[in-house]
């Protein structure tokens, strides 16, 4: 039995009060990281745990990263049963409630003593590695450090018993000086390669990240093309997958779905520079290109972005090659390439929807995409509802300036930051998602921009459900704020709504300064409906404060509601009742139930 290792997203399960406070400290400092807890210990957890053992065990045998906040005792006899293979089963780290203590149990060499390591330095506490090459050497082969991979197909179960047994190996690394494999260093028969060819060259290959993979390609190119052509370059040069530290092009394909696809596929991040840099390596280029150059500012993409990023010491080691509607080239570097310095990242902008204001309405794909974020923009008054253990950079801005604020976000995204853009409810109902679509669309430096927009709930769809089912037929939402939309239309639409009998669910229904359009919003619908039709008034919904009252049509007046109100207007066949204890629940039907 074996599992693929999703190591894209750590579970952090704590399963008591004891250990929530650490769980949370672990949980925000972790790429990735999901908190997994019953609901009686975090009602706001990402995910809920329900039957602890049976949870871990699929957590387990669906290849998902554990860190438990628990006893180790309580992962042993939960996860003993599925212990089968070593080289396929994923990491799984134990973690006292005080974060003192942190014990890889599972999966070491797979990811588990960097794991613990990492935890360690959040909590503070001892990472407790046991296997026996860290503990004996302080060298694991098969857990190299960051810029070293190990070639897929080594045989390290007869060298890591060697090891064990005070073997010391011959080291062949005249390509690249691997000074962390010094502790093992010797004049022992056994060979440990260091190499970016693809063929093995010994029992153990260890791949350093030298190659710089250099792209381009047509505008829509479909990624599967890109990833056929940088296959059999790589083939072709016997150039190992693994030896590749980074895919780089040009800023104008920062948001290509095909070049962001292929660095997701070799496991590599994406790196862009600007035109200027690349025409730069003119003199390097094997293939220099006038018309490249007319097109988009420098005599070549695949060779320079290569050669850009393996530095000035490095070198060319395959010439461009061309699909049709692609190309690739790959350069080599002295010593192993550190990606995050190099060229920017691929910015990109996430609209997150914060829902209604409590944590525990928040999408799970929305508090990961805040943990991603390098920098929230956003109204003060957002920002404040995201929990401070969020550690992007904030920015704040004042009520109104909403183009500003925008822009602000798309330029920061643009530099290559991943930007969240943060608003209450659902960012695409009467929010900046429109506007962030409307500036994009009508800017040409933000169309290689990827945007991405995360929904929410939005207060109608939180008050419906506080009350019943007022929303289960036909509705519409209308904007009773005039700041933006003439009058005139906005008594256009209520007109439309009350002929169709739409339940109506108002935003922004009054101000300080504007109150005669919810008055008379009520009388046109209240001329279409009977005044007993039931009406919701929900206030600060998510919030402490919350109230929400149900009331006739006849008796809705302007002053029964503010700007923190959203009301919900029946149709004719709303309904209410009320509980066995008083409580007012409302419905629309659809018609299943005869009347």
Same mark, same amino acid.
């Given at each position: ?63 998902? #990263?554990?860190?438990?906040v628990c006893a180790a005792g309580i992962l042993i006899r939960c996860l003993a049963p599925l212990l089968a293979d070593k080289g396929c089963e994923p990491p799984v780290v134990a973690v006292a409630a005080d974060g003192a203590s942190v014990v890889p149990l599972v999966g070491g060499h797979r990811g588990a003593n960097a794991l613990a ?192 990023? #393996? ?23 002295? #010593? ?110 933000? =169309? =290689? ?11 109608? =769809? ?81 919030? #402490? ?51």
């Open positions: 039995m074996g599992w693929a290792v999703r190591v894209a997203e750590t579970a952090v399960v704590v399963l008591g009060q004891a250990g929530l406070a650490t769980a949370r400290r672990i949980a925000s400092g972790l790429d990735g990281a999901v908190l997994h807890a019953p609901l009686e210990v975090a009602p706001d957890a990402d995910t809920p745990v329900e039957v602890a053992a049976e949870h871990l065990r699929a957590l387990f045998a669906g290849g998902q #990263a554990i860190v438990g390591l990492r935890v360690a330095e959040r909590t503070g506490g001892h990472a407790a590695l046991t296997t026996a090459s860290d503990t004996s050497h302080g060298v694991a082969l098969d857990d190299p450090p960051p810029g070293w991979k190990l070639a897929p197909g080594s045989d390290l179960k007869a060298v890591m018993a060697s090891l064990r047994n005070g073997e010391r190996f011959g080291i062949d690394d005249c390509l690249v000086p691997a000074p962390w494999l010094d502790p093992i260093r010797g004049e022992g028969a056994t060979r440990v390669a260091v190499s970016v060819a693809r063929t093995p060259a010994a029992p153990v290959v260890l791949h350093p990240q030298v190659l710089a993979l250099g792209v381009g390609c047509e505008r829509g190119t479909e990624p599967g093309e890109l990833w056929e052509l940088v296959q059999t370059t790589l083939a072709a040069a016997d150039l190992a997958e693994p030896a590749v530290a980074l895919v780089a092009s040009l800023d104008l394909k920062a948001g290509e779905p095909a070049v962001l696809a292929l660095a997701e596929r070799l496991g590599v991040p994406a790196r862009f520079f600007e035109a200027t840099t690349l025409e730069a390596e003119t003199p390097r280029l094997a293939n220099p290109s006038a018309v490249v150059f007319q097109e988009v500012g420098c005599h070549g993409v695949a060779e320079g972005a290569a050669l850009a990023a #393996a530095g000035p010491k490095g070198r060319l080691v395959v010439a461009k090659r061309k699909s049709r509607r692609a190309t690739c080239a790959v350069a080599q570097a002295p #010593a192993p390439l550190d990606a995050t310095a190099i060229g920017r990242p691929a910015g990109r902008l996430v609209l997150v929807s914060l829902g209604p204001g409590a944590r525990a309405q928040r999408t799970r794909a929305a508090d990961q995409a805040l943990r991603r974020c390098t920098d929230l923009v956003g109204f003060t008054a957002y920002l404040d509802l995201v929990e401070p253990e969020v550690t992007a950079t904030r920015h704040g801005f004042p009520l109104g300036g909403e183009v500003e604020r925008c822009r602000f976000a798309l330029d920061l995204a643009r530099e290559g930051a991943t930007v969240g853009l943060v608003g209450s409810g659902d960012v695409g109902i009467y929010a900046m998602a429109a506007l962030v679509e409307e500036l994009a669309a009508t800017t040409p430096a933000y =169309h =290689h921009l990827p945007i991405e927009t995360l929904p929410g709930v939005s207060a109608m =769809h939180l008050a419906a459900a506080r009350i019943g089912a007022p929303l289960g037929h036909d509705f519409c939402a209308i904007s009773l704020s005039d700041l933006l939309t003439p009058w005139s239309v906005i008594e256009q639409r209520l007109e439309a709504a009350a002929a169709g009998d739409f339940v109506v669910a108002f935003y922004n229904p009054v101000s300080k300064t504007r109150r005669t359009g919810f008055a008379r919003a009520l009388a046109i619908l209240g001329q279409a409906r009977p005044a007993r039709t039931p009406c919701v008034l929900a206030r600060q919904l998510g919030r #402490a404060d919350e109230t929400l009252r149900v009331l006739p049509l006849g008796e809705l007046t302007v002053d029964q509601v503010d700007m923190l109100t959203v009301v919900l207007v029946g149709s004719r066949t709303t309904r209410v009742w009320r509980d066995a204890f008083g409580r007012a629940r409302v419905f629309t039907p659809r018609g299943y139930v005869a009347s």
